[in-house]
């Protein structure tokens, strides 16, 4: 998986892409070598928002697009909500693959027996 990252209103800092590395490399190990993950990190420089660091991250898969977003007081917080959320719809997203195919192949198994009969 190719990881990108962005700042908007920020630098992005060395220790952030490591952390960024680190955080999705559970999800880069369930995906195709060919997805491409964009990170952005932003900073709203509104001082009445509390929760002014802000990771939004984008997976680009094969027919599917999954998107995350998190606001924390602190980027590392953001980026690691981030992640999770993402975890969590690349599993489903999973899931739901794997279930189709389960009853793709159970539906060919009955149409061969039927043929045969």
């Not at 995906?31 to 929760?51: D, G, K």
């Amino acid at each position: 998986m190719r990881i990108e990252v962005k700042g908007r209103n920020t630098s992005v800092t060395q220790a952030q892409r490591d952390q960024i590395e680190r955080r999705f490399r559970k999800i880069s190990r369930q995906v195709s070598e060919l997805a491409q993950l964009e990170v952005e990190l932003i900073e709203a420089r509104n001082p009445s928002i509390a929760q002014s660091q802000v990771a939004e991250a984008t997976l680009y898969l094969k027919g599917v697009t999954l998107r995350a977003r998190a606001e924390a007081e602190d980027m590392g917080h953001a980026i690691n909500v981030c992640e999770e959320q993402m975890a969590k719809q690349v599993k489903r997203h999973r899931d739901k693959r794997r279930k189709r195919r389960e009853t793709r192949a159970a539906q060919a198994a009955a149409y061969g027996a039927q043929a045969q009969a």
